[in-house]
């Protein structure tokens, strides 16, 4: 063999082995995608199922604004739509609706010592709450994933590969600026 044959031989099996790394890469960039997505549905499945009981605490107080619980059953109706869907943007605006039931729920409470007051109603707002940082942390954590997957996919020269095997952009978590503005909790109380 000569040393011609040898290097393309050699340049060859580099060209592959480059291949082989650069495409596992993106598999695993798009499966920790997958698995971000999967510990935010997790969370919400979490909350989904814990709203149920705090509503229930609320409905049971006569006082307690019908409208408000509404829109918190409507908003984890499509929460849990959105989540089933995989769609994105849909969740954020779910989100949105749901957070600002809640806050409206927490507010509601303040009014009502009594509500307030109550042990169920305590440890459901508590493990909301707790759920709520969850969900803030898991979604970082998604948009982490996906900055990462749609940075490497675009860069030379791994979006070879990527055009290759089909890898496309994926969409980020987003809220709009009045989604992520603070609870005005004296609008609330004056509603």
């Known amino acids: 063999m000569s040393i011609g044959n040898a290097v393309f031989?050699?340049?060859?099996?580099?060209?592959?082995?480059?291949?082989?790394?650069?495409y596992n890469g993106l598999v695993q960039l798009k499966h920790?995608?997958?698995?971000?997505?999967a510990n935010i549905d997790v969370l919400l499945k979490q909350r989904h199922d814990?709203?149920?009981?705090?509503?229930?605490?609320?409905?049971?107080y006569k006082q307690f604004e019908q409208e408000t619980l509404a829109r918190v059953t409507e908003a984890r109706a499509r929460v849990a739509r959105a989540r089933e869907a995989h769609d994105v943007p849909a969740l954020g605006a779910a989100e949105n609706l749901l957070r600002a039931g809640l806050g409206q729920i927490f507010a509601v409470a303040e009014a009502y010592p009594e509500l307030k007051a109550n042990?169920?109603?305590m440890q459901l707002q508590t493990r909301i709450t707790a759920l709520e940082n969850g969900i803030a942390d898991r979604r970082e954590?998604?948009?982490e994933s996906v900055n990462v997957?749609?940075?490497?996919?675009?860069?030379?020269?791994?979006?070879?590969i990527a055009r290759l095997f089909n890898y496309v952009a994926q969409p980020l978590l987003?809220?709009?600026?009045?989604?992520?503005?603070?609870?005005?909790l004296k609008a609330l109380?004056?509603?």
Request: one cysteine or more; glycine letters at 0%; charged letters at 20%.
């Open 9 to 22: 031989l050699a340049l060859i099996v580099l060209a592959l082995v480059w291949s082989v790394v650069v």
């Open 32 to 37: 920790n995608i997958a698995k971000a997505w």
């Open 50 to 60: 814990e709203l149920p009981k705090l509503v229930e605490v609320c409905r049971q």
């Open 119 to 121: 042990e169920h109603f």
């Open 141 to 143: 954590w998604y948009n």
């Open 149 to 160: 997957h749609n940075v490497r996919i675009e860069q030379f020269p791994d979006l070879i």
């Open 174 to 184: 987003q809220f709009s600026t009045a989604e992520k503005a603070d609870v005005d």
């Open 189 to 191: 109380f004056n509603a």
